[in-house]
């Protein structure tokens, strides 16, 4: 079962950033002490409508009119990062329950590199310890749910060119959110700044 499938029950709401029209879904956990899971995070569409109708469809949540504080927190936090006031989303609780554990891996791993810095798909692999998975993992970031929570758009082609970028927008998309945190992937030639993969090394389980 894919995590779309898991998340019948999921609620989500649009909200305006410099970026455009983003959409967030959440999912409430079993126990009501904890915050809020985030699964779904939409960047813009083309138009308000296609925003909401993909959202929608993703999700096959409901639409929220008020969504918990700890959603709306985050939701503040997206703005400002996107403003420029660069923000960290490590701690921010996500649903990955149809993920599988290759791909939790990879998304373990993409959250760690800070704003401002970049890997390549090959140094990412690397560090899962798995140097021929470079495809693989640009696969497994394709699915990603949640760009920006999960920042995908961090991870670029050998040699520092962009790569690809699934979400809304693509490279462009991408180029905006990188520049925003001060990388620019303009001239492609030429090197960005790269995350040190010094004690990035994820381990295998057995």
Not at 62 to 83: F, G, M
């Amino acid at each position: 079962m894919r995590w779309g499938d898991a998340m019948k029950r999921a609620a989500y709401c649009l909200f305006e950033t410099p970026l455009g029209l983003c959409g967030i879904a959440w999912r409430e956990g079993e126990n009501p002490s904890a915050p809020p899971a985030v699964a779904f995070f939409q960047l813009p569409e083309a138009t308000a409508e296609t925003t909401e109708a993909r959202i929608a469809r993703k999700t096959r949540g409901y639409k929220s009119s008020a969504p918990p504080p700890q959603i709306l927190e985050i939701i503040e936090r997206v703005r400002n990062h996107l403003r420029g006031q660069l923000q960290d989303f490590g701690d921010v609780a996500i649903d990955l329950d149809g993920a599988g554990q290759f791909e939790r891996q990879v998304y373990e791993a993409a959250r760690r590199i800070p704003a401002g810095q970049t890997m390549t798909y090959g140094e990412l692999a690397k560090a899962l310890g798995l140097p021929g998975a470079a495809r693989a993992v640009g696969r497994a970031l394709g699915r990603n749910p949640v760009p920006l929570i999960i920042p995908c758009h961090r991870l670029l082609a050998a040699g520092g060119k962009p790569g690809g970028f699934s979400a809304p927008g693509g490279r462009a998309t991408k180029a905006r959110m990188l520049a925003t945190e001060g990388v620019s992937i303009v001239a492609a030639t030429k090197p960005v700044p790269a995350a040190s993969a010094a004690g990035f090394r994820i381990l295998m389980p057995n």
